[in-house]
């Protein structure tokens, strides 16, 4: 079990070997077989992992690039868990998204194992490293598989992304210089206490704000966001924002948040602000929207945005809160991590259904549906009512929690973040009467409705969203510690 | 035997939930079944929630809760847990019963629609959903059935999905009451920050109790405040009332439950559930936030009853009494009769399932037909239907002594009497009584007497599985009357926790003649003017540009069609343009000049630095291309070139030496 | 006629003029091959002269390099022989005026 992690982060890449030298029609079932057996390491993982005990556990540290300070160290805590967790779940199910060809198989893999060491990697190097071995998969999986404008949105998506990281870089190689470490934990301590001084300190924090604004991404750094998700292939735009926007989220909180507490106490209003905006402007922006993949995409910033007002409320707000505001909305930023990531898939899952169907996904090219295809209507509308928060469905645990945590430390952000709430409700309600209501459309009169297959992917993802929803102690046995832990660290 | 009850009173939504569930798996062609099984979710609710009501019985002021911790987030648990007290039960009472009875007439009513068992899916799911408001003893497990019911009344309302105007009254009906909720969604915030707590009863911890209170402080009117948005939106009161007509374009069996005797009056239940907040720090009865309640409370039921007199759709026109009902009863809370609130609430259930049933048997008797200058002369072709129609409509106007609306109204009008801040409120109540007397007269006529027109040709009386529940409510509403009468206050000592004592005397009141004439001057004066009601109303003839305006709904949706609506699709559009233009702008902007800065250093490189080096690789290719003819590749060559090298050498020594 | 190293080393130069000669006017390549036999056989000649006519007593030094460059020129003949063959079996050709692969 010593070597849990390193096997992780291995085997999506041996799977990657495999199904490059496999026939390609066998593409698909390979890398479904190696994810059986990830998700089989990462089950283990979970049984392994004891929720009650701090700090970082199953810990590997090898010397690696001595001279730089680099060491390959992995370690999991119950953030790492959870998005461990995440990323086994969806990537698979991306994989039955899509009718998927070896090229495609064999970079999801290794996207897949940049994206465990992205939430292992505990030592800034190696992070790094991994970090930006997910970028190009990315990159080369839009660009190669995607729709209309895919260049351009490639490109743009590249572009923005690579800006992010070699700011961080850069903000990275001044702390290295200034403190002469990697190690998250030893910057994490010395964060505390104040990283850096003077302008140093705020060209690294932007440096580094940059980065991670841009992954997340946090308004107005998220432009590269609707052409990406719209542009990608469904399976790709369910990683997307499934997993890869939570690498942002995660280097939030990992690095961000811990290493530069005073430099956030003092914009912090302004970082509200942006969290706020990212949260009413893109649920506005994705009402407006009338292409069903752009306006899940502008949702998912809206979702995204919660998480960030519930981190930026716990560090930012000039006010002392108080230790159970503090971990009502770390845990409910945790619960939205991943059931933003389950929800948003499921309903990118449920365009791409549409859009085979169709073969165009515009909110006015359906009508009528439920009355041609009534369960695919039923399970979608269960995504929409999970993603608008409705109680009972999973959305709704996180954002609770989120708002609890905030409204006590932030009150008028909180209230304001209330109205994408609102909004959020009006998008999907118009999106259920476009889609499905009416008389039905001449060109939908055709629709098969849920395959076999389809209802195999369907059924376990929506009782995943009620268990959440109606039992979720399971998930937040994960992190629980981790969230005490980081309370008495932002404290 | 209490704590086992309320331990598993979870059972009673739970049973409707799972037939439900159950319901919906089923396949569509599974009719009976579906029905069978619903109505026996009900029953169980029903026979439970009588087991519950009858534990309440005992002493005055039972109350027994249940809590439990539903997750534990860091170091502290979220409670959540039930309640069993006089108001739950009672709300039990009503809604199980009423829903039982609505639940049989949907047998009829829906039985030749194609998605039969969905529909009784989504009746089971919403009877669950609102039997979970009244139990809840946290205001966030409150929240969330109060959420579920929505979802139900939004999947209900939006039932005939192909009719465009049915999906657009769910998605009205879902946005505003949502509007609502997300006000309510902050007070619950509010409320938890304060108290630390959402748990109404927790022993003397819980936010309805003193500690909790303390704690709250001054925020509490806003709290409050928050929460009554919930209602506002729910309860279908000014501004946000809109949806509720709109309603209507639900199958009727649901415009009987949820609009009319259980969900829209969940508003109420949640003021009378968290009274405490709205009456904390009150002087001589009066706070800030109840009289928000009062002031919300009487101008919807005027606006509603206004409105009312001007429309011609059957549903609509009970709808708008339901609008103008739940403002009395939100009048009555905001004066303080939390008891004869609640009382008028249950009786409204009654009375107004009843009638919309009837309305739905003589639409089902009329070809579906709503318009009532269509209908005329149904008094004799469905006599069962017209005479439970009238006790319904009795009870509505508030006819006393045999009707269970008289009393309940007598007694809000005593309650609003009294009320130190002003008397405004009463007097306007009065008219409001008149006013329902009157348009319900209106109705009747319309309807019932008169000769036949063009869609009561064909009517007939409906089946017994429809006229049934009828008989059922009409004789609830019959029999409430004696439980509500002031002269044995049992109920209302049941629901304030006081013991009754009969007194004959206390029905001789100047109220009960005041109502009394005044439900007789309203009746009277609805004969006198729609006597000789034809095609079109003697009002729209008298005073055109008055009818006008109450036909319109006094334009308050064009109003806000061209404000709020407009407003924040504005908004929308906004953000999109600024997203593609401004920020994404500049994005490109900052792209372009990097494009500029290529191209400008791609210039200098081609015309300054490569042109010297192009120039000297173009010589050496010369030279390169002259040496290299000398290289014929012929070996012969290259040896006579060093034959004739060596002689020249040896001729130079020779020379030299 | 007394043997005198003149004679010898005429006879050499002759050998050795004719070889070079058929080495750069020749255009088959087994022609040049023997052209480049005869230098070495003049070369050979040589050696011997020399060592004959060198100052005496002395170890076979001369004859024992005749041997070896005799053995050494059949080596190279197989090999040059071959690498006609070679060249011959691609080109279908022996005549070395179109051998110019080499030219620059």
């Given at each position: 079990?010593?070597?849990?992690?390193?096997?992780?982060?291995?085997?999506?890449?041996?799977?990657?070997?495999?199904?490059?030298?496999?026939?390609?029609?066998?593409?698909?079932?390979?890398?479904?077989?190696?994810?059986?057996?990830?998700?089989?390491?990462?089950?283990?993982?979970?049984?392994?992992?004891?929720?009650?005990?701090?700090?970082?556990?199953?810990?590997?540290?090898?010397?690696?690039?001595?001279?730089?300070?680099?060491?390959?160290?992995?370690?999991?805590?119950?953030?790492?868990?959870?998005?461990?967790?995440?990323?086994?779940?969806?990537?698979?199910?991306?994989?039955?998204?899509?009718?998927?060809g070896r090229g495609f198989c064999t970079l999801m893999l290794?996207?897949?194992?940049?994206?465990?060491?992205?939430?292992?990697?505990?030592?800034?190097?190696?992070?790094?490293?991994?970090?930006?071995?997910?970028?190009?998969?990315?990159?080369?999986?839009?660009?190669?598989?995607?729709?209309?404008?895919?260049?351009?949105?490639?490109?743009?998506?590249?572009?923005?992304?690579?800006?992010?990281?070699?700011?961080?870089?850069?903000?990275?190689?001044?702390?290295?210089?200034?403190?002469?470490?990697?190690?998250?934990?030893?910057?994490?301590?010395?964060?505390?206490?104040?990283?850096?001084?003077?302008?140093?300190?705020?060209?690294?924090?932007?440096?580094?704000?940059?980065?991670?604004?841009?992954?997340?991404?946090?308004?107005?750094?998220?432009?590269?966001?609707?052409?990406?998700?719209?542009?990608?292939?469904?399976?790709?735009?369910?990683?997307?924002?499934?997993?890869?926007?939570?690498?942002?989220?995660?280097?939030?909180?990992?690095?961000?948040?811990?290493?530069?507490?005073?430099?956030?106490?003092?914009?912090?209003?302004?970082?509200?602000?942006?969290?706020?905006?990212?949260?009413?402007?893109?649920?506005?922006?994705?009402?407006?929207?009338?292409?069903?993949?752009?306006?899940?995409?502008?949702?998912?910033?809206?979702?995204?945005?919660?998480?960030?007002?519930?981190?930026?409320?716990?560090?930012?707000?000039?006010?002392?809160?108080?230790?159970?505001?503090?971990?009502?909305?770390?845990?409910?930023?945790?619960?939205?991590?991943?059931?933003?990531?389950?929800?948003?898939?499921?309903?990118?899952?449920?365009?791409?259904?549409?859009?085979?169907?169709?073969?165009?996904?515009?909110?006015?090219?359906?009508?009528?549906?439920?009355?041609?295809?009534?369960?695919?209507?039923?399970?979608?509308?269960?995504?929409?009512?999970?993603?608008?928060?409705?109680?009972?469905?999973?959305?709704?645990?996180?954002?609770?929690?989120?708002?609890?945590?905030?409204?006590?430390?932030?009150?008028?952000?909180?209230?304001?973040?209330?109205?994408?709430?609102?909004?959020?409700?009006?998008?999907?309600?118009?999106?259920?009467?476009?889609?499905?209501?009416?008389?039905?459309?001449?060109?939908?009169?055709?629709?098969?409705?849920?395959?076999?297959?389809?209802?195999?992917?369907?059924?376990?993802?929506?009782?995943?969203?009620?268990?959440?929803?109606?039992?979720?102690?399971?998930?937040?046995?994960?992190?629980?510690?981790?969230?005490?832990?980081?309370?008495?660290?932002?404290? | 035997?209490?704590?086992?009850?309320?331990?598993?009173?979870?059972?009673?939504?739970?049973?409707?939930?799972?037939?439900?569930?159950?319901?919906?798996?089923?396949?569509?062609?599974?009719?009976?079944?579906?029905?069978?099984?619903?109505?026996?979710?009900?029953?169980?609710?029903?026979?439970?929630?009588?087991?519950?009501?009858?534990?309440?019985?005992?002493?005055?002021?039972?109350?027994?809760?249940?809590?439990?911790?539903?997750?534990?987030?860091?170091?502290?648990?979220?409670?959540?847990?039930?309640?069993?007290?006089?108001?739950?039960?009672?709300?039990?009472?009503?809604?199980?019963?009423?829903?039982?009875?609505?639940?049989?007439?949907?047998?009829?009513?829906?039985?030749?629609?194609?998605?039969?068992?969905?529909?009784?899916?989504?009746?089971?799911?919403?009877?669950?959903?609102?039997?979970?408001?009244?139990?809840?003893?946290?205001?966030?497990?409150?929240?969330?059935?109060?959420?579920?019911?929505?979802?139900?009344?939004?999947?209900?309302?939006?039932?005939?999905?192909?009719?465009?105007?049915?999906?657009?009254?769910?998605?009205?009906?879902?946005?505003?009451?949502?509007?609502?909720?997300?006000?309510?969604?902050?007070?619950?915030?509010?409320?938890?920050?304060?108290?630390?707590?959402?748990?109404?009863?927790?022993?003397?911890?819980?936010?309805?109790?003193?500690?909790?209170?303390?704690?709250?402080?001054?925020?509490?009117?806003?709290?409050?405040?928050?929460?009554?948005?919930?209602?506002?939106?729910?309860?279908?009161?000014?501004?946000?009332?809109?949806?509720?007509?709109?309603?209507?374009?639900?199958?009727?069996?649901?415009?009987?439950?949820?609009?009319?005797?259980?969900?829209?009056?969940?508003?109420?239940?949640?003021?009378?559930?968290?009274?405490?907040?709205?009456?904390?720090?009150?002087?001589?009865?009066?706070?800030?936030?109840?009289?928000?309640?009062?002031?919300?409370?009487?101008?919807?039921?005027?606006?509603?009853?206004?409105?009312?007199?001007?429309?011609?759709?059957?549903?609509?026109?009970?709808?708008?009494?339901?609008?103008?009902?739940?403002?009395?009863?939100?009048?009555?809370?905001?004066?303080?009769?939390?008891?004869?609130g609640m009382m008028h609430l249950i009786a409204h259930g009654?009375?107004?399932?009843?009638?919309?049933?009837?309305?739905?048997?003589?639409?089902?008797?009329?070809?579906?037909?709503?318009?009532?200058?269509?209908?005329?002369?149904?008094?004799?072709?469905?006599?069962?239907?017209?005479?439970?129609?009238?006790?319904?409509?009795?009870?509505?106007?508030?006819?006393?002594?045999?009707?269970?609306?008289?009393?309940?109204?007598?007694?809000?009008?005593?309650?609003?009497?009294?009320?130190?801040?002003?008397?405004?409120?009463?007097?306007?109540?009065?008219?409001g009584i008149v006013l329902t007397a009157l348009y319900m007269?209106?109705?009747?006529?319309?309807?019932?007497?008169?000769?036949?027109?063009?869609?009561?040709?064909?009517?007939?009386?409906?089946?017994?599985?429809?006229?049934?529940?009828?008989?059922?409510?009409?004789?609830?509403?019959?029999?409430?009357?004696?439980?509500?009468?002031?002269?044995?206050?049992?109920?209302?000592?049941?629901?304030?926790?006081?013991?009754?004592?009969?007194?004959?005397?206390?029905?001789?009141?100047?109220?009960?003649?005041?109502?009394?004439?005044?439900?007789?001057?309203?009746?009277?004066?609805?004969?006198?003017?729609?006597?000789?009601?034809?095609?079109?109303?003697?009002?729209?003839?008298?005073?055109?540009?008055?009818?006008?305006?109450?036909?319109?709904?006094?334009?308050?949706?064009?109003?806000?069609?061209?404000?709020?609506?407009?407003?924040?699709?504005?908004?929308?559009?906004?953000?999109?343009?600024?997203?593609?233009?401004?920020?994404?702008?500049?994005?490109?902007?900052?792209?372009?000049?990097?494009?500029?800065?290529?191209?400008?250093?791609?210039?200098?490189?081609?015309?300054?630095?490569?042109?010297?080096?192009?120039?000297?690789?173009?010589?050496?290719?010369?030279?390169?291309?002259?040496?290299?003819?000398?290289?014929?590749?012929?070996?012969?060559?290259?040896?006579?070139?060093?034959?004739?090298?060596?002689?020249?050498?040896?001729?130079?020594?020779?020379?030299?030496? | 006629?007394?043997?005198?190293?003149?004679?010898?080393?005429?006879?050499?130069?002759?050998?050795?003029?004719?070889?070079?000669?058929?080495?750069?006017?020749?255009?088959?390549?087994?022609?040049?091959?023997?052209?480049?036999?005869?230098?070495?056989?003049?070369?050979?000649?040589?050696?011997?002269?020399?060592?004959?006519?060198?100052?005496?007593?002395?170890?076979?030094?001369?004859?024992?390099?005749?041997?070896?460059?005799?053995?050494?020129?059949?080596?190279?003949?197989?090999?040059?022989?071959?690498?006609?063959?070679?060249?011959?079996?691609?080109?279908?050709?022996?005549?070395?005026?179109?051998?110019?692969?080499?030219?620059?």
């Open positions: 079990m010593a070597h849990i992690i390193t096997a992780l982060i291995l085997i999506p890449l041996a799977g990657a070997l495999f199904v490059s030298a496999a026939r390609p029609n066998h593409a698909r079932g390979t890398a479904l077989g190696f994810n059986a057996l990830i998700a089989i390491l990462a089950l283990i993982l979970w049984r392994t992992f004891d929720g009650t005990a701090a700090g970082l556990q199953l810990t590997e540290r090898h010397a690696w690039i001595p001279a730089i300070g680099a060491e390959y160290l992995v370690g999991v805590d119950g953030l790492s868990l959870l998005l461990i967790l995440l990323t086994s779940l969806i990537v698979p199910f991306a994989f039955l998204a899509n009718h998927s290794i996207m897949q194992s940049a994206l465990y060491g992205t939430f292992t990697a505990q030592n800034f190097v190696l992070w790094f490293l991994f970090y930006e071995m997910s970028l190009i998969p990315a990159f080369l999986l839009i660009k190669i598989w995607g729709g209309e404008n895919r260049d351009r949105a490639a490109t743009k998506f590249f572009l923005y992304t690579f800006l992010g990281s070699v700011a961080m870089l850069l903000s990275f190689l001044g702390i290295y210089f200034a403190k002469g470490t990697f190690d998250f934990g030893t910057l994490a301590v010395l964060g505390k206490g104040g990283l850096l001084t003077g302008k140093l300190a705020w060209l690294a924090f932007a440096g580094i704000f940059l980065g991670l604004a841009v992954k997340v991404p946090l308004f107005p750094f998220h432009t590269w966001l609707p052409d990406a998700y719209e542009t990608a292939p469904t399976g790709v735009s369910m990683v997307l924002t499934g997993v890869l926007s939570k690498m942002g989220v995660y280097g939030f909180v990992r690095l961000l948040l811990p290493l530069f507490p005073g430099q956030i106490k003092i914009i912090g209003p302004w970082l509200l602000t942006l969290a706020v905006c990212s949260i009413v402007f893109a649920s506005l922006a994705a009402w407006a929207q009338r292409d069903l993949k752009r306006m899940v995409a502008y949702l998912s910033i809206n979702h995204l945005g919660y998480c960030m007002l519930g981190l930026f409320a716990v560090t930012a707000s000039p006010v002392v809160a108080a230790k159970i505001d503090m971990q009502a909305a770390l845990s409910g930023v945790f619960m939205q991590i991943f059931n933003h990531g389950v929800t948003a898939s499921a309903l990118f899952y449920f365009v791409g259904l549409l859009e085979q169907r169709r073969g165009l996904r515009g909110i006015n090219d359906f009508g009528g549906l439920m009355q041609r295809t009534p369960l695919l209507c039923g399970w979608m509308s269960v995504a929409m009512f999970s993603s608008l928060g409705l109680p009972g469905l999973n959305g709704f645990i996180g954002e609770f929690l989120i708002f609890k945590g905030s409204f006590a430390i932030a009150a008028s952000f909180t209230a304001v973040a209330v109205i994408g709430l609102l909004v959020t409700a009006i998008a999907f309600a118009r999106a259920m009467q476009a889609l499905f209501s009416g008389s039905l459309a001449e060109s939908c009169s055709a629709f098969p409705d849920l395959f076999r297959s389809e209802k195999l992917v369907i059924v376990p993802v929506t009782l995943l969203m009620f268990a959440i929803g109606i039992a979720p102690q399971f998930l937040f046995n994960i992190f629980n510690t981790t969230v005490l832990q980081m309370t008495r660290l932002f404290a | 035997m209490t704590r086992a009850i309320v331990t598993n009173l979870w059972l009673i939504p739970a049973a409707p939930l799972a037939a439900s569930l159950i319901i919906l798996s089923l396949a569509n062609s599974r009719r009976s079944a579906g029905a069978v099984l619903a109505i026996i979710g009900q029953v169980v609710a029903l026979t439970l929630s009588i087991l519950a009501f009858s534990l309440t019985l005992q002493p005055p002021g039972f109350r027994a809760v249940h809590n439990f911790t539903w997750f534990m987030f860091g170091e502290q648990g979220l409670r959540i847990g039930w309640v069993l007290d006089p108001l739950a039960a009672a709300m039990l009472m009503m809604i199980a019963l009423v829903g039982l009875c609505i639940f049989i007439f949907s047998i009829g009513y829906m039985a030749d629609d194609k998605n039969f068992t969905r529909f009784f899916a989504y009746l089971s799911f919403f009877s669950g959903a609102m039997l979970g408001v009244v139990i809840a003893n946290s205001l966030l497990l409150l929240f969330v059935c109060w959420e579920l019911v929505g979802l139900a009344s939004y999947l209900l309302i939006g039932f005939w999905i192909e009719k465009p105007s049915a999906a657009a009254a769910a998605k009205k009906a879902f946005i505003t009451t949502r509007i609502g909720d997300m006000g309510f969604f902050l007070g619950i915030l509010w409320l938890y920050d304060r108290s630390g707590t959402l748990l109404f009863y927790d022993d003397g911890r819980g936010c309805l109790e003193n500690a909790g209170l303390i704690a709250l402080g001054a925020s509490a009117t806003f709290v409050a405040l928050l929460i009554f948005c919930g209602a506002v939106g729910k309860s279908g009161q000014f501004p946000l009332h809109v949806w509720l007509p709109d309603a209507m374009e639900g199958p009727t069996p649901v415009s009987a439950l949820i609009h009319a005797a259980t969900m829209v009056a969940a508003g109420v239940f949640l003021v009378a559930r968290v009274y405490p907040l709205f009456s904390l720090g009150a002087i001589n009865g009066v706070t800030p936030s109840l009289s928000v309640v009062v002031s919300i409370g009487v101008i919807t039921a005027l606006m509603a009853s206004l409105i009312a007199i001007g429309q011609f759709d059957i549903k609509r026109i009970l709808a708008y009494s339901t609008v103008s009902q739940l403002g009395l009863m939100m009048v009555s809370l905001g004066v303080g009769g939390v008891a004869a009654f009375f107004k399932a009843l009638l919309f049933l009837g309305a739905g048997s003589v639409i089902h008797g009329c070809d579906q037909e709503h318009d009532i200058r269509k209908m005329g002369g149904l008094r004799r072709l469905m006599p069962i239907t017209f005479l439970t129609y009238a006790v319904g409509m009795m009870a509505l106007s508030g006819m006393p002594l045999f009707f269970s609306g008289g009393w309940t109204k007598e007694e809000i009008l005593h309650a609003t009497a009294h009320w130190p801040a002003s008397r405004l409120p009463y007097y306007l109540m009065l008219a007269t209106r109705q009747m006529i319309y309807i019932f007497s008169g000769n036949r027109r063009a869609a009561s040709e064909h009517a007939h009386e409906s089946a017994p599985v429809m006229t049934m529940p009828l008989i059922v409510l009409a004789s609830c509403a019959i029999v409430l009357s004696v439980i509500l009468t002031p002269a044995w206050p049992w109920l209302h000592g049941y629901l304030t926790g006081e013991s009754a004592r009969f007194d004959i005397a206390v029905l001789i009141q100047p109220t009960l003649f005041v109502s009394l004439a005044l439900v007789a001057a309203g009746i009277a004066l609805g004969f006198a003017i729609y006597r000789k009601a034809a095609e079109t109303d003697p009002l729209e003839d008298a005073q055109p540009a008055l009818f006008r305006f109450f036909e319109n709904k006094m334009w308050l949706d064009e109003l806000y069609d061209r404000t709020v609506i407009a407003f924040t699709q504005m908004a929308a559009r906004m953000s999109d343009w600024t997203d593609r233009n401004v920020w994404d702008g500049l994005v490109r902007a900052f792209g372009g000049m990097g494009q500029i800065f290529g191209s400008f250093t791609t210039n200098f490189d081609e015309r300054g630095i490569n042109a010297g080096v192009d120039e000297a690789t173009t010589g050496t290719r010369g030279i390169g291309r002259v040496m290299s003819a000398w290289h014929s590749g012929q070996i012969q060559i290259y040896l006579r070139a060093v034959g004739v090298s060596v002689l020249l050498l040896l001729v130079l020594y020779a020379w030299l030496t | 006629m007394i043997p005198t190293l003149q004679l010898f080393l005429v006879v050499s130069v002759t050998l050795f003029s004719i070889g070079l000669l058929a080495a750069l006017s020749r255009r088959h390549a087994i022609f040049i091959l023997i052209g480049i036999e005869l230098m070495l056989a003049a070369a050979s000649l040589n050696f011997i002269a020399f060592w004959r006519f060198g100052p005496q007593p002395r170890p076979p030094t001369g004859v024992m390099i005749a041997i070896f460059s005799i053995a050494i020129a059949a080596a190279e003949a197989v090999v040059g022989l071959a690498m006609v063959i070679a060249v011959y079996r691609h080109y279908r050709t022996t005549n070395v005026d179109q051998f110019d692969r080499l030219k620059g």
